[in-house]
């Protein structure tokens, strides 16, 4: 599917279906609204009033045009109050335009996108890029294990429409580029989707390398894999142990990309918790807890897909991708609640609970991502049940020691319209994680459960590197669709990532 800027009147674009923004709080619903409603006689207001739209966040309504007219239908989308309108909102909107187009079989259609009014430049080129993600993002399905894919996708081209006023003063390089951005971020987050998508019993660790290795072919990205007997070599044996239970090997992933001419010294680590699936271990889960395990490697699933976006889009710092993958599982060969297992940074770990393994793999992961000398490290990983009853489903917990790391952080996370939450690293906790036996053991106790899986990690941090460790394990999977969010995996925290790697430099001190 393309997307393309159209200038013109929208209502000369040669379209099947026209989506406009519709305000609450605005005379005629905003003038775009107006502007159609008048070229159809009143008949957008009257068919309107028949469905009771009320231009409330997310309501539609979709109108037939009479025979006579090249455009099929016009689509009204509501956006709440012209105060709330932003690139979330017009997000929304290009994605539900898009859904729309595929129900009614169009394979031409045009959103029109800006409210009218004083944007700023740089609003408007944010707007821009909203719209493009949205509707790049609204057409996906993961469709791979059906025998009946049903219906392709039948839209083939979004024309973003703009009122030539709209977009005044800001250059058609800069609106471009933002459909370019986005083009390259939206593949990173489908790539980050259809990993998630995948049945364990497909996407093994060695299959995640696979994948990896193809994309990285793809776009020139430097590729390694360490196998079992390379950990070993490594003393990576906390990642080692988690894998122990389970027949599919552990790998190590390693993805760089490198600019061409390097003008920043920045160097950007980033680490994927990758479990393929966690059962437990021998602290086996329930039936019912184990049921969406698959996605324990959406934090691995978020690198991947940034590390895409960014072989696209080529930034000028360092950018590497560091995956620990594996599968839990209970076996005789499985660790036991009690080991005491020693990884790469010579720390002593008593294991009491085998299902807290993510911070096992990532301590390690950690330890190999710092031998790699990064100005900063983001560790992304799907690691406790209590980040999302601290949280809910949608948002993510973010442990930044740092504060020049948080503020970029938060920049970033705001500009690309996904939702994190800062979470303390309350030293107050730490004692929970004391062993009588070892350096640490890995579990504290009831409260505070994503705190002492941070604290955890941060004993594998050194202290001058800026560290950040984001819980994503509720929102890397939506239960149900809405908007840019399809059912399943979502390909969260690639958007925010890529955000970060790109800020501007003035920024990053
Ligand atoms: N992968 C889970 C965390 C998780 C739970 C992610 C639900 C997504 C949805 C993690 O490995 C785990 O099992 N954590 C335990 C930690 C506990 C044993 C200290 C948890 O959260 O219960
Ligand atoms: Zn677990
Ligand atoms: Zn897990």
Redesign the pocket.
């Known amino acids: 599917m393309k997307v393309t800027l159209f200038t013109d009147d929208v209502k000369e674009a040669p379209v099947q279906l026209i989506a406009v923004g519709a305000f609450a709080d605005e005379p005629d619903r905003g003038s775009a609204f107006a502007s159609l409603n008048q070229w159809l006689d009143g008949a957008l207001a009257e068919a309107s009033r028949e469905e009771n739209f009320e231009a409330k966040p997310g309501q539609q309504v979709v109108f037939n045009l009479p025979a006579g007219h090249s455009v099929r239908r016009v689509m009204a989308f509501g956006l709440g109050d012209k105060s709330s309108f932003g690139p979330d909102a017009a997000r929304r909107m290009a994605a539900e335009a898009v859904k729309t187009g595929q129900k009614v079989g169009a394979t031409e259609l045009a959103v029109q996108g800006l409210p009218d009014g004083e944007q700023s430049p740089e609003a408007v080129v944010a707007l821009v890029q909203a719209l493009a993600e949205g509707a790049l993002l609204g057409s996906y399905k993961y469709t791979e294990y059906l025998s009946d894919k049903g219906r392709r996708s039948t839209v083939e081209e979004v024309k973003l429409a703009f009122v030539a006023d709209d977009v005044h003063g800001v250059k058609g390089a800069d609106l471009r580029g933002a459909v370019k951005r986005a083009e390259a971020v939206t593949e990173g987050v489908r790539f980050a989707r259809d990993l998630v998508n995948m049945p364990p019993n497909e996407l093994i660790p060695a299959e995640l390398a696979d994948r990896a290795k193809r994309m990285a072919k793809r776009h020139d990205l430097t590729f390694k894999v360490l196998h079992a007997r390379d950990l070993e070599r490594q003393g990576m044996n906390l990642h080692l142990g988690v894998g122990k239970g389970s027949t599919n090997e552990p790998k190590l992933i390693h993805l760089t990309y490198t600019p061409s001419s390097k003008s920043s010294q920045r160097v950007v680590a980033l680490v994927g918790?990758g479990?393929t699936f966690?059962a437990?271990g021998l602290?086996l889960?329930t039936s019912e807890?184990m049921m969406?395990?698959k996605?324990?490697m959406?934090g691995a699933a978020a690198v991947l897909g940034a590390m895409e976006a960014i072989a696209i889009s080529k930034p000028d710092c360092i950018v590497h991708g560091v995956i620990g993958a594996a599968e839990?599982m209970p076996d005789g060969n499985a660790i036991r609640p009690g080991d005491v297992i020693t990884g790469k940074k010579g720390v002593s770990v008593e294991i009491l609970?085998?299902?807290?393994?993510?911070?096992l793999v990532l301590a390690d992961a950690l330890a190999y991502a710092q031998d790699l000398k990064p100005t900063e490290i983001i560790d992304l990983?799907?690691?406790?049940?209590?980040?999302?009853v601290a949280l809910g489903p949608h948002t993510a917990g973010a442990f930044v020691r740092d504060e020049a790391l948080f503020a970029r952080l938060e920049q970033a996370w705001q500009a690309s319209g996904e939702k994190f939450w800062r979470m303390p690293l309350e030293r107050q906790l730490r004692e929970m994680l004391e062993s009588d036996i070892a350096d640490i053991k890995?579990?504290?106790e009831r409260w505070g459960?994503?705190i002492?899986?941070a604290l955890f990690l941060s004993e594998f941090v050194d202290s001058d590197v800026a560290w950040a460790h984001l819980d994503v394990?509720?929102p890397?999977?939506a239960g149900k669709a809405k908007g840019e969010i399809p059912k399943g995996g979502t390909g969260f925290a690639v958007r925010t990532l890529v955000e970060l790697i790109h800020q501007p430099l003035e920024l990053q001190e």
């Open positions: 918790k479990l966690d437990g602290s889960k807890g969406t395990m996605i324990d959406g839990n609970n085998t299902d807290a393994e993510g911070r990983a799907t690691l406790t049940g209590a980040c999302m890995n579990i504290g459960g994503a002492t899986a394990a509720g890397v999977f």
